[in-house]
């Protein structure tokens, strides 16, 4: 069944319109007709079962026929914190964290990072970012919209965790696994994690003891040595395990 997400203002007491660039997508891409099924989810954790009442040149017109709690967001809010990656490896990275569970992606300027990005290239960026992760909230039937918000530099992405609840950096000479299996399987009730991933070349020294500082506690992937584009993956895949797991 096709996916849509509206605003919770476009939604009525029995009918939700869609409008932007879901109806060119309806009409012209899916075709859909007058009477078929489709799911609109409204950013806040409702979904809605709908059937195309009527189809006009702006706008689709949707009868609702069922209402839910979507139920497929994770009760602790996952932010991965990205250091800019080479080529379009953020593209995949995005709509794999989307996959994952992810309430938010942040770009993440370090000193070892050879993508530079000046302020309207990072702003186009940023923008197809987010569309990859509309698609990809679309396909895996998320309940929100994950923001990939503004690129930010190491610091300020420091100073934008500081009330979060627990904040984690993967770092490959950091070789306690017994402290990294504690620190990963205790996230029960917490509301905000940080996870941070270095780029290709990973991160340099001061910016290990400057996180560690701000009391982001490193942990070890294991013996292996992950790509930039692998490291986010591995650790959400062990999160979102946990936190379902903690809550059923």
């Known amino acids: 069944m096709h996916h849509f997400f509206v605003s919770p203002d476009m939604v009525g007491e029995d009918e939700i319109t869609i409008e932007g660039t879901d109806v060119n997508h309806i009409k012209n891409v899916l075709r859909m007709k007058s009477g078929e099924e489709l799911l609109i989810s409204d950013g806040a954790g409702n979904d809605y079962m709908c059937e195309i009442a009527a189809i006009n040149e702006d706008s689709v017109v949707v009868h609702i026929t069922g209402k839910e709690f979507s139920g497929t967001e994770l009760e602790t809010k996952i932010y991965l914190f990205q250091a800019l990656p080479k080529s379009d490896k953020m593209e995949m990275i995005v709509q794999k964290a989307v996959e994952l569970g992810a309430y938010a992606i942040v770009p993440v300027r370090t000193s070892r990072c050879v993508v530079k990005l000046d302020e309207k290239k990072a702003a186009a960026k940023v923008k197809r970012w987010n569309g990859i992760a509309e698609s990809a909230a679309k396909q895996s039937r998320r ?106």
């Open 143 to 248: 309940g929100i919209i994950p923001e990939v918000k503004n690129v930010m530099g190491f610091k300020e992405a420091l100073e934008y965790v500081k009330d979060f609840d627990m904040n984690i950096i993967p770092y490959e000479n950091y070789k306690d696994m017994k402290e990294t299996v504690n620190v990963l399987e205790n996230v029960k009730g917490m509301k905000k994690i940080g996870v941070f991933i270095g780029p290709e070349g990973g991160y340099a020294e001061e910016e290990i003891e400057l996180a560690m500082d701000k009391n982001v506690h490193p942990i070890s992937l294991g013996r292996r040595i992950l790509r930039t584009e692998t490291a986010g993956m591995a650790v959400l895949s062990v999160l979102m395990f946990d936190i379902e797991r903690q809550k059923d």
